[in-house]
């Protein structure tokens, strides 16, 4: 019982960290979104659209920073 009571406990605390670790990323990733848009919510919008187009694709994460800076450049200013 005793290993049990371990390998249930080292298991949960594993999948919690794993859980915390991509939601932070996640985080991180939106956080540069809306940082690039500004104050404008259409930008913010856009942004979040390129973000997810991003994820889509399957951009690597060392590579999104510049991606979201060319989308951000592309944004069409009214």
């Known amino acids: 019982m005793d290993y049990f009571i371990i390998v249930v406990t080292t298991v949960?605390?594993?999948?919690?960290?794993?859980?915390?670790?991509?939601?932070?990323k996640r985080w991180m990733d939106r956080d540069l979104a809306l940082a690039l848009a500004g104050k404008d919510e259409q930008k913010k919008?856009?942004?979040?659209?390129?973000?997810?187009?991003?994820?889509?694709?399957?951009?690597?994460?060392?590579d999104l920073p510049k991606w979201l800076e060319a989308a951000a450049a592309g944004y069409p200013d009214r």
Do not use: P
């Open 12 to 24: 949960a605390g594993l999948y919690f960290h794993w859980w915390l670790y991509v939601r932070i």
């Open 45 to 62: 919008a856009f942004m979040l659209e390129r973000l997810a187009s991003a994820q889509a694709q399957k951009i690597k994460r060392r």
